[in-house]
């Protein structure tokens, strides 16, 4: 394995995975963002600026939570939520938001746009861009639109145009093929936010190196708490920032275990789930090198998921890295599953998950039971739930709820 | 043998006249039509066929290319569809063809594999979009080793002056420089410094001729481009056509109506 702060090389790669695949006018600005992105790094007055407001806007740093009662009734490991879910917009997208919103502002960039699938990255974005006087567009699918309408309310209540997209399957895809059609229309004046770990280089590692501290906090508060390392990490993957996230920096800890959780759907059968470790294959998507979803002639395949944020036919190339090297292992929760997992999280520790993070509970569900009381895991709680309301109800009280 | 599209450039630079080059999407509405359409352009004097491979996420294409990828792959066409269609077309054709399209579809097939195939098939020239020069060498499977297709490079107006350089010395065939920043489709006006841009990727002292589109839908614009650069592309706006009358049993002479002005417009 090559060493995890060695990666990606100069141009882009994990391995072989990720890379620069992306139209000729795109290039400059990629370009352009790598080289800004290069010079922040080792500037400490924009660290000195991101820092203070990751603490004094967003929230950080996020409690790291000891999920008592949980831990007890599944009878195994000493269960650990990182409560990413209290930030600033409810979710870890933030920690990349405002980064990014940054990053443009040293670019001299004041439109900002971005797709969404879920909405919380849509609304770390929208949010981002008012503090900073931007204008705002966001892609949304029109059928995450509708399963994530509050989601959609309040990125207008921020100020942003939220822009429908029809084409496809009208989900995540469809919303970054929109996102970097306008990108590559207004690349002059215009800032994309990527919202995963995802897209071409410089993307992947810039969006990971803005969840990095969610890694670094969990590690200095589980050493605190507990005197030691986490035996096991899990966290949900669509493109994978949270994941990363957590990750990262446990990376070279060989003792630590870390489990992926994708999106399983209705199960693992064409179309209907958007796990690309199960059934998916090498490819070239949006930009990057990566393993996902594609039929025999290389189109890509249609998605399911219960969660708009992990409905998506490609995974973050890191990701495909690491589970390449077998670091990382990679499993899968259906939505049924996912459903379970919502609701026990509600009912036992009193918090609502996002359904994206029930993925990654429902895992922590079958691993804990295994593992002894002297064990511990550290799960993301990388969202809170409160934009699935709707959802949920549809499939668990079967009640449509009109806001 | 000599390729084509070098050929067709070397007659067309003796005779000091312009290329035209149209783009179409094979399969659209069906890959039977599409050699009725190729052989439609054929006679309206079109030089170089760029032949689009549908794929499912064209993100670098306007509404009018993608809905016609969206036509071809509800109608069925695949890898294989296309090269033997490109193997039908030279039965009856040596009119030079680029295929055009995203890496994925190519990446499937096997890049090694597609190069060998397309080039059996009939094909002078690979166009793909979302593979830049930047990735040369850095994928050890994405090696060409013996092709015998040109490989195109495109040249976008955001692309800096040494880098503009940097690709015209690898590209093969002819460059495509996309005359502005955006998506494949119409435009009302073309980009003003087309000319200034053709000979700022000519200062590396490149050879390969320039051909310029994006946006290019009728006779005026195709007369300015072709005083400006070595060769015009047309793409959205021919497909539309097709879009409009792909199932008439006319489509070919609505076909020639429409192209033959543009192409005659190009030829000064």
């Known amino acids: 394995m090559i060493s995890p702060t060695s990666l990606p090389d100069s141009h882009g790669h994990f391995g072989a995975f990720g890379g620069m ?44 939570y000891h999920a008592e009662r949980w831990s007890e009734i599944l009878g195994g490991a000493r269960i650990y939520l990182k409560r990413e879910d209290l930030l600033h917009t409810g979710a870890h997208k933030i920690n990349n938001a405002l980064g990014q919103i940054l990053l443009a502002m040293r670019l001299g960039k004041k439109r900002i746009i971005a797709e969404t699938g879920a909405g919380q990255h849509g609304v770390a974005t929208a949010t981002v861009a008012a503090r900073f006087g931007c204008d705002c567009v966001i892609y949304m699918g029109a059928e995450d639109m509708r399963r994530q309408a509050l989601n959609v309310a309040r990125m207008r209540f921020l100020g942003a145009e939220v822009r429908a997209v029809t084409a496809g399957q009208a989900t995540l895809k469809e919303a970054v093929n929109e996102a970097m059609r306008d990108w590559v229309t207004n690349v002059r004046s215009t800032h994309y936010i990527l919202g995963s770990a995802l897209g071409s280089h410089p ?15 969990a590690r200095e508060q589980i050493i605190a708490r507990e005197g030691r390392l986490p035996d096991h990490l899990v966290a949900c993957v669509g493109g ?36 690309r470790f199960q059934g998916g294959k090498l490819g070239v998507l949006q930009g990057t090198k990566t ?102 109800a549809r499939h668990i009280f079967k009640e449509d709820l009109k806001f | 043998m000599t390729n084509r599209i070098d050929a067709a450039f070397s ?38 066929i760029e032949l689009g491979l549908p794929f499912s996420d064209p993100l670098a294409d306007g509404v009018v290319n993608q ?55 009939g094909a002078d020239g690979v166009l793909l979009l ?15 080793e013996g092709a015998a297709l040109r490989r195109i490079r495109l040249i976008a107006p955001t692309t800096p002056a040494e880098r503009m350089r940097e690709i015209a010395a690898k590209s093969e065939g002819f460059i495509y420089y996309i005359s502005r920043e955006g998506v494949t489709g119409v435009q009302q006006t073309l980009a003003t410094n087309i000319a200034e841009q053709v000979a700022q990727i ?39 056509i097709v879009e409009q009358h792909g199932h008439a049993p006319d489509l070919a002479q609505k076909l020639i109506a429409f192209v033959k002005p543009l192409v005659d417009a190009a030829k000064i």
């Open chain 1, 21 to 64: 695949f992306v139209p000729e006018t795109l290039m400059y600005a990629l370009r352009e963002l790598a080289a800004e992105y290069e010079r922040a790094k080792v500037d400490p007055a924009f660290h000195a600026e991101l820092n203070r407001l990751l603490k004094e806007y967003v929230g950080r740093p996020t409690p790291l």
């Open chain 1, 203 to 217: 993307f992947p590692m810039i969006v990971r190196d803005f969840h990095r501290i969610i890694g670094v906090e």
């Open chain 1, 240 to 275: 994978g920032s949270n994941a990363i996230g957590l990750f990262h920096t446990f990376l070279e800890d060989a003792s630590v275990k870390m489990t992926g959780v994708e999106a399983g759907g209705e199960g693992i059968s064409e179309g209907k789930h958007a796990a």
């Open chain 1, 291 to 392: 393993m996902l979803l594609a039929d025999r002639d290389g189109q890509i395949q249609l998605t399911h998921s219960v969660s708009a944020g992990l409905d998506y036919a490609a995974v973050g190339p890191e990701h495909a890295y690491y589970m390449s090297e077998g670091r990382i292992q990679y499993t899968y929760a259906t939505d049924a599953e996912a459903l379970d997992a919502f609701q026990t999280l509600a009912r036992i520790e009193g918090i609502i998950p996002a359904l994206e993070t029930a993925h990654g509970l429902a895992e922590v569900k079958k691993l804990a039971p295994t593992l002894s009381k002297d064990q511990i895991i550290i799960a993301n709680l990388s969202g809170r739930g409160d934009k699935d309301v709707a959802e949920a």
């Open chain 2, 11 to 48: 007659r067309l630079q003796a005779s000091g006249k312009k290329a035209f080059v149209a783009y179409v999407c094979a399969g659209d509405p069906t890959l039977d039509r599409t050699v009725e359409v190729v052989r439609a352009l054929e006679q309206s004097g079109v030089d170089i």
């Open chain 2, 67 to 121: 809905m016609a990828a969206g036509r071809a792959l509800a109608a069925g066409a695949t890898m294989g569809g296309v090269l033997d269609l490109v193997r039908h077309i030279r039965e009856e054709s040596q009119i030079p063809i680029v295929l055009f399209t995203y890496l994925n579809p190519v990446y499937a097939w096997g890049f090694t594999k597609f190069h060998a195939d397309a080039a059996a098939a």
């Open chain 2, 130 to 144: 979302d593979l830049p020069p930047d990735e040369d060498g850095l994928n050890a499977e994405l090696t060409t």
């Open chain 2, 202 to 240: 000519k200062a590396g002292g490149s050879t390969v001729p320039v051909c310029v589109g994006f946006g290019i839908s009728t006779p005026e614009q195709s007369h300015d481009v072709a005083l400006a650069a070595d060769g015009v592309v047309v793409g959205s706006a021919i497909v539309r």
